[in-house]
């Protein structure tokens, strides 16, 4: 089965730190941009930050700009996202998803297409409270 999982998550206190990781199989991962994406209780899907297939291009909202890194290992066929300065607002389901390299960066993370975007795992859950 093509999917990603995710690990990585738990519970932290707000200004702590976590590394997520998404490990895919059954595809040919670095043919592929790759997102990380939330969704927190009540919430739509959230593009969080995504990362290009193979020129390292990025994106990040926002709301994580200078506090999570994006990057991936073709090698490992896996993802990271390094989280630092975690806020409560940060709480939320995190979720990899793929994108058709004709699809820009940008576009994929800015706009949640869910049904657009492939290989979704199960996600890991962050909780940031004290």
């Known amino acids: 089965q093509s999917q990603f999982v995710e690990s990585g998550g738990g519970l932290v206190q707000p200004g702590g730190s976590l590394r997520l990781s998404c490990v895919g199989s059954?595809?040919?991962?670095?043919?592929?941009?790759i997102g990380w994406f939330r969704r927190a209780p009540g919430k739509e899907y959230e593009g969080v930050s995504c990362i290009s297939n193979s020129d390292g291009t990025t994106y990040y909202a926002d709301s994580v700009k200078g506090r999570f890194t994006i990057s991936r290992d073709n090698d490992k066929n896996t993802v990271y996202l390094q989280m630092n300065g975690l806020k409560p607002e940060d709480t939320a389901d995190y979720y990899c998803a793929a994108a058709n390299p004709l699809t820009a960066v940008q576009n994929m993370c800015a706009t949640v297409d869910y049904y657009g975007l492939d290989y979704w795992g199960k996600g890991t859950l962050v909780t940031v409270s004290s």
């Open positions: 059954g595809f040919t991962f670095h043919y592929y941009h």
